[in-house]
């Protein structure tokens, strides 16, 4: 239902913008938001806004990151600035409305 593009290779300190839309969504999400996984480690917050447009953000991408919504369209996107290698993960959309709902998440990968 949460369809995610941009993802891909990029230079350090280049950019990358993702975006996710919901797809024959009928009811539109509280929250949405960013998460984010590599290989043998948790999936981690990177970073979320809410109906009233109120963002949190990971301490280790404030600053480079930007999220937006568009509530009509249910969607949500991720504007990433100065990546760095560590920023190397699968990203997932996330929507929060009783339950989480997940998209089925899209690579990033930055190169030293």
């Known amino acids: 239902q949460l369809v995610e593009s941009g993802g891909g290779l990029v230079q350090a300190g280049g950019s990358l913008d993702l975006a996710c839309i919901a797809s024959e969504s009928t009811f539109r999400f509280n929250d949405m938001g960013w998460y984010r996984q590599v290989p043998g480690s948790q999936r981690e917050l990177v970073a979320t806004i809410n109906s009233r447009g109120d963002r949190k953000y990971a301490d280790s991408v404030k600053g480079r990151f930007t999220i937006s919504r568009t509530g009509a369209r249910n969607s949500v996107y991720l504007q990433m600035n100065d990546l760095k290698p560590e920023d190397t993960a699968v990203y997932y959309c996330?929507?929060?409305?009783?339950?989480?709902?997940w998209g089925q998440g899209t690579q990033v990968t930055v190169a030293s």
């Open positions: 996330w929507g929060w409305r009783v339950q989480a709902y």
